[in-house]
């Protein structure tokens, strides 16, 4: 539910959409989620269900989890503490000096 709400394809999916969406028969995912909603992750919000405060930092941790390896800085890629995310122009700056790097070799 996190990813799709990212993505924009659903913020309050039903049962039914989520079943689809994750291939499994609605009724085997209706008891998960009841629970989720128990353990305080999921809200009713209409026909649907949309992720609370908890919910949607279970979903930031499980997808920063999944896709780590995914979303690792490559070789010679900045990483989140680089000075470049300090303002625009020290992004254009670093990007600029890689690109000038990788012209002398």
Not at 63 to 86: I, N, R, V
């Amino acid at each position: 539910m996190y990813w799709m709400s990212a993505e924009g394809l659903a913020d309050d999916p039903t049962a039914g959409a989520l079943a689809s969406f994750l291939a499994v028969p609605a009724d085997t995912l209706g008891p998960y989620l009841e629970r989720c909603v128990a353990d305080g992750y999921l809200k009713p919000a209409g026909a649907g269900y949309s992720l609370t405060e908890s919910g949607e930092q279970a979903g930031k941790r499980g997808f920063a989890d999944e896709f780590a390896e995914l979303t690792k800085p490559g070789h010679g890629e900045c990483d989140e503490d680089c000075w470049c995310h300090d303002s625009l122009e020290a992004a254009a700056e670093c990007s600029g000096s890689k690109v000038a790097s990788h012209a002398h070799n």
